[in-house]
């Protein structure tokens, strides 16, 4: 019985999606698919805090409900180069990241709102289909067309991210969100050179020497709040911090990611739209290294390539 529950859960895992796989960007996470994020806690048990779960990811960032914290320093980092392997999953584009083997370079980050020492195991990509779609967080109801989302476990702690995943303090996430721009991110290149010979769900693509300080936006604000991994089963021992400042990335870069959405036997191979909407804060505080006193230029964005911490800054 416990194999056959076992090939349940795998099954599920397969099946589970962003929903209809329309085209249509206003439908693509619409709840008129009974796989999308809607329904990804009513058909399997361990999946339960997606639907139930009051600690959610992702949000929508409200800029005027934002609490400065003048107590979070600044995040800091441990390590550069990690090598990996660049996995189509279908769902999203992750890196896998050979964390175990010493010789292939780890990657560490603590302090800011992190009280433990989290080790990257893994990164994440989500994307639209347009350039006004993408990101899971948004920004005063605005989204951007791509977030990266640097996971790592709790190393302090635990032994791995398996056991991480489901223990209190497991996880943090560090998000970055990338706006469209002529100047280009050159680190980001490797993942794109990858991607021209992983179209197709399951293909994998070695990934050396890939440098994770390049692909972090040079800023000490961010933004914390403490919520749950976006994908099932939608763990709540995840720390967020959101960078307060996008990573470049222009049009071509875009559609080179976008190439994965390719056919064959009639299902795509990435979803497109593979974003889950933001869910409800419920009380929940979100914070701010970001003084209202800072100067504009250095804490303000456009609404389209930053984040702000007030609202009247907000720009069309």
Request: include cysteine; charge should be neutral; proline fraction near 5%.
């Amino acid at each position: 019985m416990a194999h056959v529950g076992s090939m349940k859960r795998d099954l599920w895992e397969e099946w589970w999606g962003y929903g209809s796989g329309t085209s249509d960007k206003h439908m693509a996470n619409s709840s008129c698919s009974t796989s999308g994020p809607a329904f990804w806690g009513r058909h399997e048990k361990l999946f339960a805090l997606c639907s139930m779960g009051r600690f959610q990811s992702p949000i929508d960032i409200r800029p005027e409900t934002l609490i400065y914290d003048p107590n979070l320093t600044t995040i800091k980092f441990q390590g550069n180069a990690i090598n990996g392997t660049l996995h189509n999953t279908v769902h999203d584009l992750t890196l896998d990241v050979n964390y175990t083997d010493t010789t292939s370079g780890q990657f560490n980050f603590s302090s800011g709102p992190f009280s433990y020492t989290y080790r990257l195991f893994n990164v994440k990509l989500h994307l639209g289909i347009f350039n006004d779609v993408g990101s899971e967080h948004t920004i005063a109801g605005k989204q951007f067309p791509i977030e990266i989302q640097l996971m790592g476990f709790n190393s302090d702690l635990y032994r791995n991210h398996s056991e991480a995943t489901m223990s209190t303090h497991g996880l943090a996430i560090i998000s970055v969100l990338g706006s469209i721009d002529e100047m280009f991110n050159l680190e980001f290149d490797k993942v794109l050179t990858a991607v021209k010979n992983m179209s197709y769900k399951g293909e994998k693509q070695l990934l050396k020497n890939f440098n994770m300080l390049d692909i972090i936006p040079r800023s000490e604000m961010f933004i914390t709040y403490e919520g749950s991994l976006t994908q099932p089963s939608c763990q709540e021992t995840v720390t967020w911090a959101i960078v307060n400042k996008p990573m470049r990335i222009t049009k071509h870069q875009m559609a080179s990611l976008r190439e994965l959405n390719q056919w064959r036997e009639g299902r795509p191979s990435l979803q497109p739209n593979n974003f889950r909407p933001p869910l409800p804060f419920n009380r929940r505080p979100v914070r701010i290294n970001i003084s209202p006193h800072t100067e504009a230029e250095d804490c303000a964005m456009k609404i389209t390539k930053s984040y702000t911490v007030n609202k009247r800054m907000i720009g069309s």
